[in-house]
């Protein structure tokens, strides 16, 4: 299991913005693919962004164009930009991790509550 560490959840008005922050191991960072997924009360996770090694990204047909994934490979480091929040992207927000040669994310941050309010 690898350990990831989120950062940065919170409380803003609607239109408002955050950034999350998920620091992970620099022995596996580089080859691994990141991703974030959310999970509102009452529903299942749900993938929002993932960014492969090579940085090519996929979206949530939901949040494009208002969410931004990005990786610093020198500082081991995946961030989650959130413009234009509205109140149903209030979840709690997980950052993930696949290896090279895994089919599913299956390593997994303790999560942060990001909370939108109307």
């Known amino acids: 299991q690898v350990q990831l560490v989120e950062s940065g959840g919170g409380l803003v008005q609607a239109g408002g913005s955050l950034r999350l922050s998920c620091a992970a191991p620099?022995?596996?960072?580089?080859?691994?693919?990141m991703g974030w997924y959310r999970q509102a009360p009452g529903k299942q996770r749900e993938l929002v962004a993932t960014?492969?090694?090579?940085?090519?990204?996929n979206y949530a047909d939901s949040v494009k164009g208002r969410f931004t994934i990005a990786r610093d490979n020198a500082k081991n480091t995946v961030d989650l930009q959130m413009n234009s929040l509205k109140p149903e992207d209030t979840a709690v927000y997980y950052c993930?991790?696949?290896?090279?040669?895994?089919?599913?994310?299956?390593?997994w941050g303790q999560g942060t509550q990001v909370t939108v309010s109307s």
């Open positions: 620099g022995s596996i960072f580089s080859n691994n693919a």
């Open positions: 960014i492969t090694s090579g940085g090519r990204t």
């Open positions: 993930a991790t696949k290896g090279p040669f895994s089919v599913r994310f299956g390593s």
